[in-house]
């Protein structure tokens, strides 16, 4: 049984830095594209990253681009969202994700398998 666990969150001050790690079990994710989503009460998922499984094929939303990076350890299972310069609107629980294949990184609904979530709050 596939199983993803987030780790990383926290409070942190405006400007501040953070790193979410997602560990995967359960199969072997040779070709799985790895996802970060983020998602604030009352409003729809939204994604932030995914990084294809070589790791040179990256995509970030435009509202974190030059301050997320996505990164992976094939080794380790692990995929990892450094965050800087965050902002009070990065407040949110954020959710990795994986599946299988690269095209249409950005869907949401094209992911097969989540994990429970981190809670990243900002303050100003």
């Known amino acids: 049984q596939v199983q993803l666990v987030e780790s990383g969150g926290g409070l942190v001050h405006a400007g501040g830095s953070l790193r979410l790690s997602c560990a995967a079990s359960?199969?072997?994710?040779?070709?799985?594209?790895m996802g970060w989503f983020r998602q604030v009460p009352g409003k729809e998922r939204e994604f932030v990253a995914a990084i294809g499984w070589s790791g040179s094929t990256t995509y970030n939303t435009d509202s974190v681009k030059g301050r997320f990076t996505i990164s992976r350890d094939n080794a380790k299972n692990t995929v990892y969202l450094q965050m800087n310069s965050l902002k009070p609107e990065d407040t949110a629980v954020y959710y990795c994700a994986t599946k299988y294949g690269y095209f249409r990184a950005e869907i949401m609904n094209d992911y097969n398998y989540w994990g429970q979530g981190t809670q990243v709050t900002v303050s100003s």
């Open positions: 359960g199969r072997t994710f040779t070709g799985y594209t």
